[in-house]
């Protein structure tokens, strides 16, 4: 087991542009969150699965973003019409039931 | 609900001084507590997690916390500092009951003098 793995690791892209990140949790974790971190904060919640269901969603999800679990296992978070504002750090975590959450090594986006 | 406050943005500590990172919670329930520490461009690791067993918890890197209910803390320490502990700590809580969500708070950055 290698952990919870995300792909790209930085990403920049124009203003406008849009793009996809992509997130392997442990294999047999069901769980699974999407947080997003900018400088000097914490993480703030953005959208959870369990299994192939997403049962919650942020207000700061706006309709510029939609994530999905199609199979209950990989994850993919897209932004479209990106805006300097989603500059951060998009973190993924899995987890097993109600304990910890394991984080990945995160996606830096930066928009230009 | 549940949110949890770190207080003190910063810490500054001596190697081999005490660390002392505080953190208070807010929740409706027995809440899950947390913390993971950061380290520049990285993800969260976890430190060490109390859900409701032995109120001292042991984690790595020769960190514990006490979850005191009377006063609604989880404060993490750690005897004596090592240069390799400066970082940011989050604390984090949830509900036992759902788990589908970790509330973190804004984090302690620490830095360790030599």
């Known amino acids: 087991d290698t952990g919870v793995s995300q792909d790209p690791r930085h990403k920049i892209t124009k203003r406008g542009q849009n793009v996809t990140f992509r997130c392997d949790p442990i294999s047999e974790h069901n769980r699974l969150y999407w947080y997003r971190q900018t400088l000097g904060q914490g993480p703030e919640f953005l959208t959870y699965f369990q299994n192939e269901a997403q049962l919650e969603k942020s207000r700061l999800l706006s309709d510029r973003f939609s994530a999905e679990r199609p199979k209950g296992s990989f994850s993919t978070l897209e932004i479209q019409r990106t805006e300097q504002g989603d500059s951060a750090m998009y973190l993924c975590a899995s987890s097993q039931q109600n304990t910890e959450a394991f984080f990945g090594q995160g996606t830096r986006l930066t928009v230009v | 609900a549940q949110s949890v406050t770190q207080l003190g943005s910063h810490v500054s500590v001596s190697e081999g001084a005490l660390v002392l990172l505080r953190c208070n919670y807010s929740s409706s329930v027995p809440p899950y507590l947390f913390w993971y520490v950061q380290y520049p461009n990285q993800g969260l690791q976890l430190l060490l997690k109390?859900?409701?067993?032995?109120?001292l918890v042991k984690g790595i890197n020769g960190f514990e916390a006490e979850f005191k209910k009377s006063e609604t803390s989880f404060h993490l320490t750690k005897p004596s500092a090592h240069m390799s502990d400066a970082a940011e700590y989050f604390c984090?809580?949830?509900?036992?009951?759902?788990?589908?969500?970790?509330?973190f708070g804004t984090g302690t950055s620490l830095t360790v003098i030599p």
């Open positions: 109390y859900t409701s067993a032995a109120t």
């Open positions: 984090a809580v949830s509900d036992p009951n759902t788990g589908n969500q970790f509330y």
